[in-house]
């Protein structure tokens, strides 16, 4: 919604204008100083420097990348490939079935299940209750 609303009225590029006009104001100040005329510093060796910073930051970004997110990357997919590390979840998955979790992929979803589920609970409140409040049909 912002999103539009500032293209719309400019404001991006105005934003732009403005840092790019700020950035060249900053470096005139900064070159004029006494002590950049005693060390030779000019608007040109500011651009350069600038330059180079962002350079670096790039590189240094692609680098941080490659040796976090990328070995991360590449350990999840030796796993994946690790035939043992598979059995042994298969083996957790089939050994589990109290957390719903079973060997038998069509046992899931199943509409019988679930059916057979909901009525074992409606049972089990049924019978924490007091006779005299159930809603049992058949007495005799």
């Keep these: 919604m912002f ?7 400019g404001l991006k590029e105005g934003l732009a204008e403005f840092k790019e006009q700020f950035n060249k104001d ?3 100040t900064i070159a004029n100083t006494q002590f950049a005329k005693e060390r030779g510093i000019d608007v040109a060796k500011l651009d350069e420097w600038g ?3 962002q350079e670096q930051a ?3 970004t692609a680098e941080l ?3 976090t ?3 991360a990357v590449d350990a999840v997919e030796s796993l994946a490939q690790d035939e043992t590390l598979a059995q ?3 083996l957790k998955r089939d050994s589990n079935p109290e957390d719903g979790i079973s060997g038998e992929a069509e046992d899931r979803g199943s509409p019988e299940r679930a059916m057979t589920s909901a009525s074992s609970k409606t049972e ?16 005799v």
Excluded: M, W, Y
């Design 3 to 9: 999103g539009n609303l500032v293209e719309n009225l």
């Design 26 to 28: 900053a470096k005139t």
């Design 51 to 53: 330059q180079q910073i």
């Design 58 to 60: 790039i590189h240094r």
């Design 65 to 67: 990348h490659e040796r």
């Design 69 to 71: 997110i990328g070995r």
């Design 88 to 90: 042994l979840l298969e």
């Design 124 to 139: 089990d409140l049924d019978a924490s209750r007091p006779a005299s409040s159930r809603n049992d049909t058949a007495e």
